[in-house]
């Protein structure tokens, strides 16, 4: 689109407006606390990947995503990178360095949060699942893993598991309490029972499962135990019971 060009964009049911615009590299800040699920260092968000680059090149910089604050001030929301590498390139050859940008203005009625998940949406599509950012994504704005979003790798069933635990349950994924791929197990298997959940992530805690048959066993059991039920509501004064143990015990020898 050329440089100036206002379409609408439809999220959480409502149409909002975003700006194309050409942005000097230089006018941009960063502020990857806000804006960003994936790790990443330093106070530009950058992970590293391009470290070493020394060139930069139009053609493959592609389009980075800018919110605008009620201030005026624009900050990246996708595109912590190739902004990064634009910025030092450009103060070293003392030299404006322009980057094609989506802009979404908080005048408009684009929140922050909004800004994170419409970049985050761009980041899985462009590269790998990152199963718990994705799970995040999920769980927050539903609505944008659409048709565009890659959904057939084993990354990203675990991380459509992981989003429908209890938030107890997925605060402690998120903590690495236990690994995803269990977790994942949980949430699937167990997803009209989420007053177990946390019990669940209690018992794989202490006795880890060796497979994720394990954990499928287990979870199943569990999710048809009516004295499990019962032992989970008081999981947090009294631990895993011997009951929820003996659970453990009959998946280890299938």
């Known amino acids: 689109p050329a440089s100036g060009t206002v379409d609408m964009v439809r999220m959480n049911?409502?149409?909002?407006?975003?700006?194309?615009?050409?942005?000097?590299?230089?006018?941009?800040?960063?502020?990857?606390?806000?804006?960003?699920?994936k790790r990443s260092e330093g106070a530009t968000g950058s992970t590293g990947r391009l470290a070493g680059v020394e060139a930069w090149d139009a053609q493959s910089s592609g389009k980075v995503i800018v919110y605008e604050r009620a201030d005026g001030t624009r900050v990246v929301a996708d595109g912590h990178q190739r902004t990064a590498l634009a910025q030092e390139i450009a103060r070293r050859d003392g030299r404006d360095i322009p980057l094609d940008a989506f802009v979404y203005r908080e005048a408009d009625g684009w929140t922050a949060r909004e800004g994170r998940n419409l970049a985050a949406q761009m980041f899985f599509i462009d590269t790998a699942c990152y199963e718990i950012d994705t799970a995040t994504l999920i769980r927050e704005a539903p609505e944008l893993i659409d048709s565009s979003v890659p959904q057939r790798s084993n990354e990203f069933r675990v991380a459509r598991g992981i989003s429908q635990l209890s938030e107890g349950a997925f605060r402690a994924v998120r903590a690495g309490v236990i690994e995803p791929r269990i977790g994942a197990v949980i949430g699937e298997l167990a997803s009209t029972c989420p007053e177990i959940h946390e019990a669940l992530v209690a018992m794989f805690q202490r006795n880890p499962p060796r497979t994720v048959r394990e954990a499928t066993f287990s979870v199943i059991e569990a999710s048809h135990a009516e004295i499990f039920r019962a032992e989970a509501a008081q999981l947090s004064m009294f631990g895993v019971a011997p009951e929820l143990a003996g659970i453990r015990e009959r998946a280890e020898i299938l």
């Open 13 to 37: 049911g409502v149409e909002r407006p975003r700006t194309f615009e050409r942005v000097s590299a230089d006018t941009l800040r960063f502020d990857p606390a806000t804006f960003q699920y």
